[in-house]
């Protein structure tokens, strides 16, 4: 082999592992995959789609397996149950509508199964009822287990105004962290949340006493007029989750839930949020102080990979005219660690309760590292405290190895405007800008 051969082919391997270097380095912070995984199966344009007319009633309770087909739609009617042991199965690609005139919603009572397995090709959808589509026209999904939660005794029980045959079909939380509820896998949950009087919002999909076997992967929930998912104890993994423009929180964790998200987005709009604070991440351990029983494990929430954004016009206005909150609160009593995230466009960026204290122990516990603030109006602030040193100082250390920046979003995301098909991946450049400035300090 000559020397000019052995140039070429030591210049084709040099060129190689740059672009795959390059590639590597565009997965470090925030969403990640080589492919954006968002495609096909996302929809961020709902409105446009238009469904054919149920062929099938879904009502009261389903106490035998059943099997829902692609071939016909399905109209859940009021509140409904699977109940006592049963296995619901929904095949790739069925569609489920939820009643607007009886809050229709689908509860996966204690003890049964749901087997959502939709493709990448081809997800399963629950949508509204009515032809123009707006947040909160149909109640939500509930899938309720037997892990644990942090209230006292074993069982709790739902408290959204469902009217179930028997009690037992609203209870959840037991005592075993593994439990199996079922696989919702490339799901599609849309314009959900619907408001009663007496009991606040429904959610997209609430997860309560879920535990660890239960598939949870590729949902998204989109347009919700509540929180798009609300974690209610238990102990799940979460993975590729996309909350779209809901007008509470995008993920809520309350009642001692031990939680580890991974590779989820939540894109939030100031002009979409309701008039309650909006966050992407609310983490808590109670609603009463009272209600938790503090012999039993605490709220947990390790994420990791996880891109926050609140896409805006005009981000100083909004701000100015409080249309943007902050995108993480951290409530007392705790855990929440964020790993190699991206937290973009909020006000500021992160919230800790007032009654957590800034000593050693607390900090502890909630942790921020190798992540991306970007165009953020402050970074992590105490509740009601407008100094906040001490916390930058502490989550500025090169220890934690955050990074903080103010790019607009279309030099931050590979393709964050496009309308059908967006991509919030970071763009390659910016991250390999970032690391060097790590680097250097």
């Known amino acids: 082999m000559n020397l000019t051969t052995m140039k070429k082919i030591t210049q084709i391997a040099l060129f190689f ?71 619901l199965t929904i095949e790739p690609g069925t569609v489920i509508i939820g009643d607007f005139k009886t809050k229709g919603s689908l509860t996966i009572s204690n003890g049964s199964k749901i087997i959502a397995d939709g493709l990448h090709t081809d997800p399963i959808i629950f949508t509204s009822s009515r ?36 009690a037992k079909n609203i209870s959840y939380g ?18 959900a949340g619907k408001r009663t009087r007496d009991y606040g919002y429904f959610n997209g999909l609430t997860l309560a006493g879920v535990g660890q076997q239960t598939i949870i992967e590729n949902i998204m929930v989109s347009y919700c007029e509540g929180n798009s998912f609300n974690i209610l104890g238990g102990d799940v993994i979460l993975d590729k989750l996309v909350s779209y423009k809901s007008n509470i929180n995008d993920y809520k964790f309350n009642y001692g839930a031990q939680c580890q998200i991974t590779n989820s987005l939540a ?20 609603e009463l102080k009272e209600e ?34 902050e995108a993480i609160y951290v409530g007392e009593d705790t855990s929440f660690s964020i790993d190699k995230s991206v937290i973009s466009g909020f006000n500021p960026a992160v919230i800790l309760d007032d009654k957590i204290r800034i000593n050693s122990e607390s900090l502890e516990k909630i942790k921020f590292t190798r992540t991306y603030f970007n165009n953020c109006n402050g970074n992590i602030f105490r509740n009601g405290f407008s100094n906040n040193d001490d916390l930058e100082n502490w989550y500025g250390s090169s220890a934690f190895n955050n990074v903080y920046s103010k790019g607009p979003d279309d030099e ?11 991509d919030f991946r970071l763009r390659i450049n910016r991250i390999i800008a970032t690391n060097d400035v790590s680097d250097d300090d």
């Open 174 to 191: 037991g005592d075993n962290p593994e439990s199996y509820s079922g696989v919702l896998r490339y799901v599609r949950i849309e314009y």
């Open 131 to 166: 032809s123009i589509k707006k947040p909160g026209d149909w109640g939500g999904l509930f899938i309720l287990g037997n892990a644990p939660t942090n209230k006292f005794g074993n069982e709790s029980s739902l408290n959204y105004g469902l009217i179930p045959s028997a």
């Open 412 to 422: 931050t995301f590979i393709d964050s405007n496009n309308p059908k098909q967006p």
């Open 267 to 286: 894109i939030k709009s100031p002009y979409s949020s309701g008039a309650d604070i909006s966050r992407c991440i609310n983490v808590s351990s109670f």
């Open 17 to 87: 592992l740059l672009v795959y270097g390059n590639i590597f380095a565009q997965q470090e912070k925030g969403i990640t995959g080589y492919n954006n995984w968002l495609n096909p199966w996302t929809n961020f344009k709902p409105n446009k789609v238009e469904y054919s007319k149920p062929t099938q009633i879904l009502s009261g309770n389903i106490n035998k397996d059943t099997k829902l087909y692609k071939r016909d739609v399905y109209l859940l009617l009021g509140d409904v149950f699977v109940t006592d042991s049963t296995t």
């Open 292 to 325: 938790a029983d503090f012999s039993k494990k605490q709220t947990d929430v390790f994420a990791e990979n996880l891109t926050l954004i609140n896409i805006s016009n005009d981000l100083k206005y909004d701000i100015k005219v409080g249309l943007v909150n």
